[in-house]
């Protein structure tokens, strides 16, 4: 265990304690400096040797303050010795088997304080053993724990020597704030254990019997999130990263537990150690220990009734995993392919058909048993809904899963089959698209019926050549006719693809540019106008339909009439600019304009004037 953390130690980034360590280290003098780098190199000289021979055991190695700073307890009986370095062996015994904890620790302290003078003959290493520390907290004696605190963690792989200082920083807060309260404060999980974990947990009882001011549960509400918000702040002042997690109990219902044998809190009493304790939570450790805390009859019959309970809620997750996660595993995915095929979003019961009608049967892209597990899917669906299923076996569910995962796995196929096809149809359309505008386009320069291999060269000459139109569009229209070639033939990629399709869609916008602009010219052609009074009107002549604007400063007042076979109007009605646009976007060519004496007629009638005509 101790290689692998010492791996981990290695290879984990610097943690925000030794930045601090070395900001600290940069504010000191020069002379200070060089005397802490050469401290340290010894300390890592030392830890490095201890290592080497009982890496197994040792878990922490930490550099302890001078021996005046030290609490009076730990220094009453040692001389002061201002050049003495003293260094914190943390040695886990718990696996000692071989030979008893005391002559383990012996053993070691020997090898270890010589390895220590060998480096530095003022290098005073003390060895203490995890079970030490704990008896050391289960009798009350809490100032080992200070002395930890106040140390500088040289090796620490286990995190256990960062537990201790954030527990202690915070302990203090606790206390200082409200020691009134707090009947103990208490280390739980893996701290003591000298093993790797990702938190550090603690669990604080709070004396609730003395308040009369507040119901109890608001007493454990306030001070719970008055102590949480400590433990943020203890992390921050000490540096420690790992989560620190403080859990809180009032006495009563901390005791009611007790009394229904609830297992978070006889493992509480088993494995926790007391980092603060006014008398209470060893004696209950004890009695633990001694077998006299037992839990009632009615505790014995609640977790008798929850193994029942547990039972037939298992059996409900497992109809569940049925009746939901699998049903619309195969319905959601399903519905996509559907939609990426160009259907609605369809309902669960048209789902099924829908994939039977246009995979299965139209398109020929999907076999059939692979509808039929979606119906198999669906009916024990339906079946566990209405009741008639009321149990299944996990047999079962390994079956239904394996046909869940073989039917995703198929619809995953599906979804490229339908892209591909996709694709190729929008090449096609794309295709059809800038031939037809390019059609369009020649039929206006009175070149119709014209076939496709005739095309280009038609193109060059009438658009190139006459309209001007840009020769580039023609490569474009080249290029389109190749990709179509290229795809019947699989011979073209994605990308080649996706680039065809944005050179098209210039290819037509700007030849539907083209055409729009030239009839906006032959539009304005076919204008007519003309005065009567002291205002000007408008007449434009299309192929069957005339609109006038009686005047031109409010154009959305229109009248609309029929053309006549002798040019005059007649069925006139009030117009619109909707119709008039869509009359231009139906136009081909428009009307060769001939002004006729019936014309002036009915432009008299329609604005009660005499009229002149503008030229």
Not at 47 to 54: A, N, R, S
């Amino acid at each position: 265990m101790a290689n692998a953390q010492k791996k981990e130690t290695k290879e984990a980034p610097k943690d925000l304690q030794k930045e601090q360590e070395e900001a600290m280290l940069a504010q000191l003098p020069p002379e200070m400096q060089e005397k802490m780098k050469v401290l340290k190199e010894k300390m890592d000289s030392f830890t490095k040797k201890i290592l080497e021979k009982f890496d197994k055991y040792i878990i922490g190695v930490a550099l302890l303050p001078p021996e005046k700073m030290l609490p009076p307890e730990i220094r009453e009986e040692k001389k002061d010795d201002p050049n003495k370095i003293s260094a914190l062996v943390l040695i886990d015994d718990s696996d000692s088997k071989k030979m008893p904890k005391e002559e383990l620790g012996s053993k070691l302290s020997q090898i270890i304080q010589q390895i220590g003078k060998d480096i530095d003959p003022n290098l005073s290493p003390e060895i203490l053993l995890v079970s030490e520390l704990k008896e050391s907290c289960f009798d009350a004696k809490y100032e080992v724990l200070r002395m930890i605190a106040m140390s500088a963690p040289v090796y620490d792989p286990a995190d256990m020597i960062a537990a201790i200082k954030i527990s202690e920083v915070h302990k203090s807060m606790v206390l200082k704030k409200f020691e009134k309260y707090i009947v103990s404060y208490v280390a739980a999980g893996s701290l003591f254990r000298g093993e790797k974990s990702n938190d550090i947990d603690i669990y604080i009882v709070i004396d609730d019997t003395d308040v009369k001011k507040m119901p109890r549960a608001e007493l454990k509400d306030k001070l719970r999130a008055i102590i949480i918000g400590m433990g943020f702040d203890a992390a921050r002042i000490t540096g420690v990263k790992k989560q620190f997690h403080v859990q809180t109990y009032i006495l009563t219902d901390f005791w009611d537990s007790v009394k229904d044998a609830n297992p978070v809190i006889y493992t509480f009493l088993r494995d926790g150690v007391p980092l603060y304790d006014r008398g209470v939570f060893m004696p209950w450790k004890l009695l633990l220990q001694m077998g006299r805390i037992r839990p009632s009859p009615e505790a014995i019959d609640m977790n008798m009734d929850i193994g029942e309970k547990l039972v037939q809620r298992s059996k409900q997750k497992l109809l569940s995993i049925v009746a939901e996660d699998l049903y619309y595993a195969v319905l959601n995915p399903t519905q996509a392919a559907l939609m990426l095929y160009g259907i609605p979003p369809p309902t669960p019961k048209e789902t099924i058909q829908l994939m039977d009608d246009i995979f299965v049967q139209k398109e020929k892209m999907l076999e059939k048993k692979y509808v039929e597990i979606l119906e198999k899917i669906r009916k024990i669906y339906k079946d566990v809904e209405h009741g008639k299923v009321t149990s299944i076996t996990g047999k079962e569910i390994d079956s239904f899963l394996k046909d869940v995962e073989d039917y995703l796995a198929r619809i995953k196929q599906l979804f490229k089959q339908i892209e591909e096809k996709a694709e190729r149809e929008s090449i096609l359309d794309v295709y059809d698209t800038c031939m037809s505008i390019t059609k369009d386009l020649l039929a206006e320069k009175g070149v119709k019926q014209v076939s496709d291999d005739k095309v280009f060269q038609l193109f060059k000459e009438k658009l190139v050549g006459e309209e001007r139109v840009p020769e580039k569009f023609l490569r474009t229209l080249k290029d389109v006719e190749k990709a179509k070639e290229d795809f019947i033939a699989g011979k073209i990629s994605k990308q080649e693809v996706q680039k065809v399709k944005k050179e098209a869609h210039q290819f037509v916008k700007a030849l539907v540019e083209h055409m729009q602009r030239k009839k906006v010219l032959d539009i304005e052609r076919a204008k007519v106008r003309f005065k009567y009074g002291d205002k000007i009107g408008e007449l434009i002549l299309l192929e069957d339909a005339a609109f006038v604007v009686k005047d031109v400063e409010k154009r959305e007042e229109m009248l609309q009439a029929d053309i006549t076979k002798n040019g005059g109007l007649e069925n006139t009605r009030a117009g619109t600019l909707e119709e008039l646009e869509k009359h231009i976007s139906k136009l081909v060519s428009p009307r060769k304009v001939f002004i006729r004496e019936r014309l002036f007629e009915d432009l008299r009638t329609l604005v009660g004037q005499d009229i002149e005509i503008l030229l």
